[in-house]
């Protein structure tokens, strides 16, 4: 069965840091690439980071370039978000995705997703 | 900010059917990308519902349908049950400069 736990969530400072874990078990970690994809309470979703499965190939979205880090380590079977300089917006559940292998280039999603862990930044 | 729109909700009798439109533009679903969409229980994390446009995962049933013209992608459920309430993401990806991979607005389906 295919497993993603996040950990790390909390209440933090504006400008403070946070780092957001998940592990994952039920398949070969390194044969995927990693999402993160956030949701403020009562929002829609948002895509913030992706890392592929050598970490040779990394995206982040305009809103958080710059301030987060994503990672990951293979051995650990394990996907990490670094998050500095928070925002109150950004105040959210943050899911960690598992990008669906395909066949199809222009056919990118993501199969399986994590519960989430609620990061709050407030003063 | 999302740039595939969705209606913020639509509702339907039990047993009758609605549809939910997922607009976009050249740089994501008319750039030939495909749409899939996740429905997301209350309290839940989002599930995948329908990938590449119309095929289901194995678990989702039949009378739940996706759709692609153009621009514009539709998610189809017919034959409306309790527990079909709830949100409903399209989501592609988009070429453009601060694009990657974009989701829907999001759509409320309450069933009366």
């Known amino acids: 069965e295919v497993q993603l736990v996040e950990s790390g969530g909390g209440l933090v400072q504006p400008g403070g840091s946070l780092r957001l874990s998940c592990a994952v078990s039920g398949f070969t970690f390194d044969g995927y690439a990693m999402h993160w994809v956030r949701q403020a309470p009562g929002k829609g979703l948002e895509w913030v980071s992706g890392?592929?499965?050598?970490?040779?190939?990394?995206g982040y979205a305009d809103s958080v370039k710059g301030r987060f880090t994503i990672s990951r380590d293979n051995a650990k079977n394990s996907l990490y978000l670094q998050m500095n300089s928070l925002r109150t917006e950004d105040t959210a559940f943050y899911f960690c995705?598992?990008?669906?292998?395909?066949?199809?280039?222009?056919?990118?999603?993501?199969?399986?997703w994590g519960q989430g862990t609620l990061v709050t930044v407030s003063s | 900010q999302s740039v595939l729109t969705q209606p913020p909700s639509v509702s339907g009798a039990p047993g009758q059917g609605v549809t939910i439109s997922c607009t976009g533009s050249s740089s994501n679903i008319g750039a030939g990308y495909d749409v899939h969409w996740y429905q997301q229980l209350p309290g839940t994390a989002p599930k995948l519902l329908i990938y590449g446009n119309n095929n289901r995962p194995s678990g989702v049933p039949d009378r739940i349908s996706g759709s692609k013209s153009g621009t514009s992608a539709s998610l189809a459920i017919t034959g409306l049950q309790a527990e079909d309430e709830a949100d409903y993401y399209c989501?592609?990806?988009?070429?453009?400069?601060?694009?990657?991979?974009?989701f829907g607005t999001g759509t409320k389906v309450t069933v009366l």
């Open positions: 995705v598992r990008r669906a292998v395909t066949v199809v280039p222009s056919s990118i999603y993501f199969d399986y």
């Open positions: 989501q592609s990806f988009d070429n453009s400069l601060s694009g990657f991979h974009v």
């Open positions: 890392i592929s499965w050598n970490s040779g190939g990394i």
